[in-house]
Nanobody, 127 residues
Framework: QVKLLESGGGLVQVGESLTLTCTASGFVFDNYAMGWFRRAPGQEREGVACIGWSGISTVYGDFAKGRFTISRDNANNKVYLQLTNMKPEDTAMYYC????????????????????WGQGTQVTVSS
């Protein structure tokens, strides 16, 4: 079955950088768009960034433009999210997601429906 495992979260200071990694298994990785979402305490989950199967097309949430970069390594079934110039409002649980339009409750972002989710990795930005 589809498995998504996030890593790389942690505690950083304002202005610092962090790179999140998602390792995927259980499906043909390079056939699927991948995405990163986040949920801050007391808020709805929101799309951060997504990337098409080839890695060419990317979409970012407005707050992520110019600070975050999504990329993927199809040879190793990994997708990355580089976070730079981090702010306290970036504090959230970050989730990796795989395209899955036929999954009940799939969430739409950046032209794709994401139906498979990892457990998340916590990112905390301290001021």
């Amino acid at each position: 079955q589809v498995k998504l495992l996030e890593s790389g979260g942690g505690l950083v200071q304002v202005g610092e950088s962090l790179t999140l990694t998602c390792t995927a298994s259980g499906f043909v990785f390079d056939n699927y768009a991948m995405g990163w979402f986040r949920r801050a305490p007391g808020q709805e989950r929101e799309g951060v960034a997504c990337i098409g199967w080839s890695g060419i097309s990317t979409v970012y949430g407005d707050f992520a433009k110019g600070r975050f970069t999504i990329s993927r390594d199809n040879a190793n079934n990994k997708v990355y999210l580089q976070l730079t110039n981090m702010k306290p409002e970036d504090t959230a649980m970050y989730y990796c997601a795989a395209q899955g339009a036929d999954v009940p409750g799939a969430e739409y972002f950046g032209g794709h429906d994401f139906g498979y989710w990892g457990q998340g990795t916590q990112v905390t930005v301290s001021s």
